[in-house]
């Protein structure tokens, strides 16, 4: 799901990523992460990592920006953004971390699925990778998802499944892993209308999984390369399944003194704070154990993030990396309604 809703105004949120650097340090650093699947009820998770960086390089100035269009004159011969999903991303300019899909490239050009022309200027970077799919990140067939110990069987009650949903509870598209012959094999869509294999997970886009046939825990290792910068994350009032790029365990509000977390919700314009759960922007977590949150605006020891029953503050509440959480937004009537989230990562070498 590219940006289906840009809105002007977005807030740039400075997340530390500490890395121990025992080489030179470069802009795309690789990495290993490890996240568990519970073997027993939902998961949320998200591979955090990325895939490498394919093309990084300024616009033509002038005439590099246009409507659904980027021009780098030269800089795509020989290269396919279309066999397999790809994204676009700006990395300069005021509205750097803002991305969209490719859907059709030449020798020169690329055409996007969102407009980014007002968003960018002629000579802007853009940054180029695949799309994570669920075949890379799961397995891409029956024998690899099975050697990683995922369970396989003809119908979904008996097998591992997935889940995506588009932000704002959109489309949901639920995925099992397939025993059958082929055309039915490996990561397949649940209705059998397709493979599920090339499906991409966007940045900020979790998965749903809730294991099948008594599998156990599972530890799912994701091999990939650490986002830095900013990315923008859509979100749509309603359900979204929630993650960030920052592979490194996160706070969801602070202290701001100490780590500004995901949210500060003392300057966070475009978080909903209310009184109670139902009337604000509510956080939803499986780790494994299900723990509700909400940002409410009443006063201290009450405010900020807050677990739901009031038992306790959530502000210093960690988002492990490689994990996703529900994010249901109030509507735009509520003061929310649809919003892009900035998420910063930075190195800090030691």
């Known amino acids: 799901m590219s940006l289906k809703k840009l809105i002007a105004t977005q807030l740039g949120l400075a997340i530390a990523l500490l890395l121990n650097v025992h080489a030179q340090t470069t802009s795309d650093p690789a990495g290993i992460l490890t996240t568990t699947i519970n073997g027993a009820g939902i998961s949320l998770v998200h591979p955090t990592l990325a895939n490498k960086v394919e093309f990084q390089g300024p616009t033509d100035s002038p005439g590099g920006v246009s409507a659904n269009t980027f021009t780098v004159t030269g800089g795509f011969v020989g290269l396919d953004f279309v066999t397999d999903p790809h994204f676009v991303e700006l990395t300069s300019g005021p509205n750097a971390g803002v991305w969209t899909d490719i859907t059709a490239n030449t020798d020169d050009d690329i055409t996007t699925a969102d407009d980014l022309s ?112 900013p990315t923008s994350i859509a979100v749509e009032e309603g359900i979204n399944i929630l993650a960030t790029p920052i592979a490194i365990g996160t706070p969801l509000g602070g202290p701001p003194a100490a780590f500004p977390g995901l949210w500060d919700a003392a300057t966070d314009a475009l978080v909903v704070s209310a009184g109670t759960a139902p009337n604000a922007d509510r956080i939803q977590t499986y780790l494994p154990t299900v723990v509700n949150i909400h940002n409410s605006n009443l006063p201290a020891p009450f405010d900020g993030w807050i677990l739901s029953d009031f038992t306790g503050q959530a502000n210093a509440y960690v988002i492990p990396e490689g994990t996703a959480m529900i994010y249901e937004r109030q509507t735009a009537g509520a003061g929310g309604g649809a919003a892009n989230f900035v998420f910063e990562a930075a190195i800090i070498t030691q």
């Open 118 to 229: 007002s968003l960018a200027s002629d000579g802007d970077t853009i940054l180029i990778r695949k799309h994570r799919t669920i075949g890379d990140v799961f397995g891409a067939d029956t024998p690899t998802a099975v050697a990683l110990g995922f369970v396989a069987a003809a119908t979904a009650p008996n097998a591992d499944r997935l889940q995506i949903i588009e932000p704002g509870g959109g489309t949901v598209t639920n995925i099992h892993l397939s025993n059958l012959p082929s055309p039915f094999d490996g990561w397949t869509k649940s209705d059998f209308t397709g493979s599920a294999a090339n499906i991409p997970i966007p940045p900020g886009q979790g998965v749903l999984t809730e294991r099948g046939g008594g599998g156990g825990d599972l530890a799912l290792t994701v091999v990939g390369h650490v986002k830095i910068g």
